[in-house]
């Protein structure tokens, strides 16, 4: 079946740092992409996403390219700030027409601390 | 927009007790999920529905886990008896069909089993 595997973690960090999360996955067909983050206390939120091979998803300053040839989708954003602190989640969803369609696969998260 | 609603937010009982988890999803959204995140996991999906049909119920456990969506709109998940094992956050999740999956999730129920 389908699954996502993410970088160990926790990740700490100085603030304005650069930041890598890798993400790979295994999956039929061509899937959907996505990074979901948690904020302390709060529900997973939509980051970003990417629908196709070379997409690039962005939002907020973070990035992620669609890389079917490695299967992977790694989070990337220039200079973190505390306020990024959170938990962050790779997943992934079949596309219409198969039968797992709509469910999120996701991988075990990461938890990021930024320092000031 | 209001968003995913979700009651209670914390629920502690004991082994062999039973509980029920309520969500009200994004109006107008047709597809709803529920996932179970277990500490240090990332959710898993126990089950979807669309409209008020099942359409994945793979990873529920049917011995002790039930959902139901009667009119299309909010859902109630109930477990009975509960085990330790599942202490975990309930996630509950909607999206309008057909946009490309983006979920919008609700904050959770955190269940602990004593």
């Known amino acids: 079946g389908d699954s996502v595997t993410q970088m160990e973690g926790p990740v700490t960090l100085s603030e304005e740092a650069f930041l890598t999360i890798n993400c790979t996955y295994t999956?039929?067909?061509?899937?959907?992409l996505f990074w979901y983050v948690q904020y302390p206390g709060e529900g997973l939120q939509l980051l970003l996403k990417?629908?196709?091979?070379?997409d690039k998803g962005s939002n907020k300053g973070f990035e992620a390219t669609y890389r079917k040839e490695t299967t992977s989708f790694h989070l990337e954003k220039g200079s973190v700030q505390v306020s990024d602190s959170a938990v962050y989640f790779c997943a992934l969803s079949q596309n219409a027409g198969g039968t797992s369609y709509g469910k999120l696969t996701f991988g075990q998260g990461t938890i990021l601390t930024v320092h000031p | 927009e209001a968003g995913v609603a979700q009651s209670p937010r914390y629920k502690i009982i004991e082994k062999r007790q039973s509980v029920a988890f309520w969500c009200n999803p994004i109006?107008?959204?047709?597809?709803l999920y529920w996932y179970q995140q277990i500490l240090g996991q990332g959710p898993k999906l126990l089950i979807q529905?669309?409209?008020?049909?099942?359409?994945?119920d793979s990873q529920l456990p049917k011995d002790r886990f039930s959902a139901e969506r009667l009119k299309g709109v909010d859902s109630t998940l109930k477990i009975q008896p509960a085990k330790l094992e599942d202490s975990a956050v309930y996630l509950c999740?909607?999206?309008?069909?057909?946009?490309?999956?983006?979920?919008?999730f609700g904050p959770g129920t955190r269940l602990t089993v004593l």
């Open positions: 999956a039929t067909g061509y899937p959907s």
């Open positions: 999740a909607s999206s309008p069909w057909g946009s490309d999956n983006e979920q919008f």
């Open positions: 529905f669309q409209n008020n049909g099942v359409v994945d």
């Open positions: 990417a629908t196709k091979a070379d």
């Open positions: 109006s107008g959204h047709a597809t």
